[in-house]
């Protein structure tokens, strides 16, 4: 049997299969909520958070997203501590797409059932893009299962996405301190929440490629070889 046809475990193949999936929903949901919105309205704008999105015509986009990230998040398998926050994780990114926020609803339609599901979507909004700048700080930058750590490269790579997520959440807290105005000209929160969403998607869909590489086989088909390739 030829070694260069050899397959990596099915197992690897599914863990790649999830962390690209939920690196391809973060990447695309910024980029279409805000054009499927523009091409339903006819109108170049932009809300006030990606959250807001949910009381648009992009409703539907935006609670399917989140709930397929929840469900790869909860369906995501590889080391007990990744399977204990992910799946912690795929519950938040449900909570966030069935508890809508209440920013941007006019305020005379607000009740106090508005209110209250908006500080749940917060206050998951929150724990989600902390558990998921945990994994890529701390979980994704490990040795894998074999012992091999990630290339310095790599690491590099991980650690700046886990921080981009950190800075937009401290500078969408911030920004609520903004006058009113400024916040709805500027839209800090949307362009924060933005940037938080397209590195995580960016961290997992490194991460996938990297778990599928360093699973490849590089040894004969009766004699297995040390593993050089790139790790986890």
Request: net charge positive; hydrophobic share 50%; aromatic share 6%.
């Amino acid at each position: 049997m030829d070694p260069g046809n050899r397959k990596p475990p099915q197992d690897a193949v599914t863990v790649r299969h999830l962390r690209l999936g939920i690196g391809s929903v973060g990447l695309a949901l910024p980029v279409v909520l805000v054009v499927g919105h523009v091409a339903a309205t006819r109108r170049l704008t932009l809300l006030d958070s990606l959250s807001g999105y949910y009381h648009s015509e992009m409703r539907d986009v935006f609670v399917g997203a989140m709930c397929a990230v929840g469900v790869f998040l909860i369906s995501y398998r590889y080391r007990r501590p990744e399977d204990l926050l992910g799946t912690c994780a795929g519950v938040l990114a449900i909570v966030v797409a069935l508890f809508p926020t209440a920013t941007g609803v006019p305020a005379a339609t607000v009740d106090g059932v508005d209110r209250t599901a908006g500080v749940v979507h917060q206050v998951a909004a929150a724990g989600l893009f902390a558990l998921l700048a945990v994994f890529c700080l701390v979980l994704f930058v490990r040795p894998d299962r074999a012992g091999v750590p990630p290339r310095r490269a790599a690491q590099v790579f991980y650690r700046a996405c886990g921080g981009l997520i950190l800075l937009a959440v401290a500078l969408a807290l911030a920004s609520t301190r903004l006058p009113a105005e400024v916040r709805h000209t500027l839209k800090p929160v949307l362009w924060c929440e933005t940037l938080a969403v397209f590195a995580f998607g960016a961290a997992w869909v490194a991460k996938s490629d990297a778990l599928l590489r360093a699973a490849e086989p590089v040894g004969g088909p009766d004699v297995p070889e040390p593993r050089t390739t790139t790790p986890a």
